[in-house]
């Protein structure tokens, strides 16, 4: 481990050598990436730092121990050694987290996609309640949510939505939240006052760059028709709803939301890519997205990642048996514990998994 932190402690030093010469400086593009490299390394390189300067000052204590005399000197010295071994146990777990493979895709913008799956009305209104809290969310990160698509159910719910969230990190934060998620009140639309069980899936796309999905027009068979369901004047009377074909793959998407046929369309690009992309890693790793998937299973009421019970003002995430009696807070977009101990949880696997392997 130490070579490699050298290592990357080495690179990050050239990175600011080369970032000082007036040619790069001149070069925005180039010191743009170069930043961008150096900003990934820095937290290792700063924590590999504090592990040297406290192994300096184990050394540095264990030389007074050994050459004073003086009682309570030693003892000093004894508190330092100890306080500097601490300080180093500490850092060098947080380097062990710092060191592990990371996503690539943790830094990109996202496409998510909600949808009633089991339980009718009481699914949809659901399924607005999670678009809610996520928008709310993604808000208190100072992130941004745009609406791609929004199929409204008419009782104030949605059958389906797909919106992007734009922000550093947001995928990193929102890969968890992926399938179904069952949900246990009393709708709106029971008069008896019994509790239902529903169900909403939640589907987390990274979203690519057009440049690392190419769509070619040979490969696309791109329809026009008037939009349906309500709206406002414009929408059923102007051809702006689109729907494109990928004929290689079959993989079809429409969009209406917009009066634009040009932003429909540019939104429905948004989302195929989006599709393609996580196909494509998918082939590439095959074995990594299985166990993703896994999570994400049939939305059926008995496979669920997370359960939201109203009655009890409870939330229990099944993947890593945590339970959280603040479902009012969670509701209002306080996702951050539930995140955290999901990350700690992957992050724990990954340790486990790279202790094994040596």
């Known amino acids: ?7 990357i402690a080495r690179r990050y030093r050239e990175l ?45 204590a264990e030389e007074v121990l050994r050459n004073e005399r003086d009682p309570d000197m030693q003892e000093y010295a004894r508190q330092e050694i100890a306080a ?12 062990k987290v710092l060191l592990l493979p990371k996503d690539p895709n943790d830094e990109r913008d996202i496409v998510v996609e909600i949808q009633g799956a089991v339980g009718g009305d009481e699914a949809e209104l659901f399924a607005r309640d999670l678009f809610e809290m996520y928008s709310r969310w993604a808000q208190s990160k100072g992130w941004k949510v745009e609406v791609i ?21 947001a995928y990193s934060q929102m890969k968890f939240e992926g399938g179904p998620h069952r949900v246990q009140r009393v709708p709106k639309t029971e008069s008896q006052g019994r509790v239902h069980t529903s169900v909403a899936t ?26 349906t369901g309500p709206g406002g004047q414009s929408v059923n009377t102007t051809y ?8 290689p793959t079959g993989l079809v998407v429409s969009i209406q939301d917009e ?21 494509k890693m998918a082939e590439q790793h095959a074995e990594q997205d299985a ?68």
Do not use: C
């Open 1 to 7: 481990m130490i070579d490699r932190l050298e290592a």
């Open 16 to 60: 600011e050598a080369e970032m000082a010469r007036p040619e790069v400086v001149a070069d925005h593009q180039k010191l743009t990436a170069l930043a961008r490299e150096q900003s990934e390394m820095r937290e290792i390189v700063e924590a590999y730092n504090s592990f040297r300067a406290a192994e300096k000052a184990k050394r540095d």
């Open 84 to 95: 500097a071994e601490e300080r180093m146990a500490h850092l060098e777990e947080r380097l």
């Open 149 to 169: 698509e929004a199929q409204d159910n008419g009782i104030g719910g949605l059958s389906k939505i797909i919106f992007e969230i734009h922000g550093r990190g």
């Open 202 to 227: 939640v589907s987390v796309l990274p979203e690519p760059d057009p440049v690392e999905i190419q769509l070619p027009e040979k490969d696309l068979k791109i329809e026009t028709s008037t939009s």
């Open 240 to 247: 702006s709803a689109i729907r494109i074909t990928h004929l």
């Open 259 to 279: 009066k634009s046929q040009l932003k429909n369309r540019e939104k429905a690009l948004r989302v195929l890519r989006a599709r393609l992309y996580e196909r």
């Open 291 to 358: 166990v993703r998937r896994s999570m994400v299973r049939s939305g059926n009421r008995s496979d669920k990642v997370r359960t939201y019970n109203f009655k009890e003002n409870r939330v229990t995430d099944h993947r890593i048996d945590l339970t959280l009696y603040k479902l009012d807070r969670i509701m209002q977009g306080e996702l951050d514990e539930l995140v955290s101990a999901l990350i700690a949880a992957e992050r724990a696997e990954q340790l486990a998994g790279a202790t094994s392997a040596t």
